[in-house]
């Protein structure tokens, strides 16, 4: 039985380790500890009911065990600061007054595509229309808008480069060619597109362009005519 529960508590430490580092993606709205005890309860309960060759007590023991270490780690996390940060992570800001913060995506396993889409669905479709953005330590999104972000969304934004590459589907549904993006770029004093961390258009020819490591711009350009969306 002491055996079980010590094993119980290892396969614990090993899937709350893994979830931290798989990053917020997998979290959704629980902390991580909580959904590991959500996934080994689960696993633990159905094993006796499947398998009668194992004792039903070695299922109700371990859930005991899982039960006693969810209040372990509860009392931690509400009563240790540091202990708080590591089981549960930080709130990570990955938009703030200078545009997207790369390396805050990259920390929780984020892309450029993925926060545009969190934007979205939490009602904003440009990116020069949000303040701040940050994931939350439970993996939901939250963003704060600019007073007037009602003014800026006129048209629905493409992505144009994503990290350094040309979203050639995007670039087809806008009707402009890539070489209307790369003379874009070079004008504004681009030389390669794989400084590029985001650039996005919109149908009325706003740009929103920030190069890898500097902050974001945004200007109009002049589309050839009859090109709109």
Known sequence: ????????????????VVMRLMGKRQIGEMQPFELVITLLIAELACIPMADTSIPLLYGVV????IFVLHELVTLLDLKVKPVKGLLSGKPSVVINRDGIDDYQLKRNNLDVSDLIESLRA?????????D???????????????????ARQTSLPLVIVDNGKFDR????LSGLGEEFFRTLLRERGVKDVRRVLVLTADGTGKMYLQEKGKKFTTFCAQYPQGTAW
């Open 169 to 172: 589907k995007n670039i087809a």
């Open 122 to 130: 939490a009602g904003y479709f440009s990116l020069d229309c949000i």
């Open 132 to 150: 701040y953005a940050l994931y939350e330590s439970n993996g939901t999104f939250s963003a704060l808008p600019k007073a007037d972000y009602e």
């Open 1 to 16: 039985m002491v055996l079980v529960m010590i094993r119980t508590a290892i396969v614990f430490v090993v899937l709350l």
């Open 62 to 65: 371990s859930v005991l065990a």
